[in-house]
């Protein structure tokens, strides 16, 4: 079965450094999503992406935040400078169209 | 605006009684209505969706929903709780007057069933 694939599953960082986080979405979806959760709380909404622009994006989607889809394959999401409070669950997530969104296992970000 | 409300930080149930975890919704054009389930250290994992139709929708594990258009509402049943149920359910909704850009997440209902 199709899956939404993450990597790392895990990932330490210093304060103030550069983090990017993979994701492989389903090869034939063609919408896709980032999503934290901070402590197994709240999903919060990131950023959502079609047809290589963004689509719509949350408040905490700053100017250190940014997406890409570099090959065709691959969906990643780059933090420029970590802050102790971007400690979160990443999830990244892809759908055919407006159905369901399928998610990945997530990438657990400690900022140090 | 948007929004997702699920009411009850956790329900408690007995194996083999009926559950109901409830969520009730505000969108501005027509919703389009998921449940999603997380077990620990896990992802999101899709149960269940209202797009158009029956009211009453089935997905996996035996779980169902019944969409409510007067009262806003898509509550998640099963007629028999079993405790490998237990986790934590969300509840998320795609609002057509928002081009069903993202899903809202309601804040999540933990759901324990006991032996």
């Known amino acids: 079965e199709p899956e939404v694939t993450q990597t790392p599953s895990h990932q330490v960082t210093q304060m103030g450094q550069e983090v990017i986080l993979r994701c492989v979405p389903i090869s034939n979806h063609l919408y896709f999503y980032w999503y934290r959760q901070i402590l197994g709380q709240k999903v919060e909404f990131l950023v959502s992406?079609?047809?290589?622009?963004?689509?719509?994006k949350s408040e905490i989607f700053d100017d250190q935040f940014s997406v890409e889809r570099p090959d065709g394959s691959n969906f990643t999401l780059k933090i420029r400078s970590t802050k102790l409070e971007d400690s979160a669950m990443y999830f990244c997530?892809?759908?055919?169209?407006?159905?369901?969104?399928?998610f990945g296992q997530g990438t657990r970000l400690t900022v140090v | 605006a948007q929004s997702v409300a699920q009411p009850e930080d956790q329900v408690n149930v007995a194996e083999g009684n009926p559950l109901t975890v409830k969520c009730t919704y505000s969108?501005?054009?027509?919703?389009?209505l998921f449940w999603y389930v997380q077990y620990p250290n896990r992802g999101l994992q899709f149960l269940l969706k209202?797009?158009?139709?029956?009211?009453l929708v089935k997905g996996s594990y035996g779980f169902e929903a019944e969409f409510n258009k007067s009262q806003t509402s898509f509550h998640l049943k099963k007629p028999s709780a079993l405790v490998s149920d237990s986790a934590l359910y969300f509840c998320?909704?795609?609002?057509?007057?928002?081009?069903?850009?993202?899903?809202?997440f309601g804040s999540g209902t933990k759901l324990n069933v006991k032996p």
């Open positions: 992406f079609y047809n290589n622009e963004i689509s719509e």
């Open positions: 969108v501005s054009g027509n919703p389009y």
């Open positions: 209202y797009i158009t139709g029956d009211n």
């Open positions: 998320a909704v795609r609002d057509e007057g928002n081009n069903f850009n993202k899903f809202y």
């Open positions: 997530a892809s759908s055919e169209g407006f159905a369901e969104a399928f």
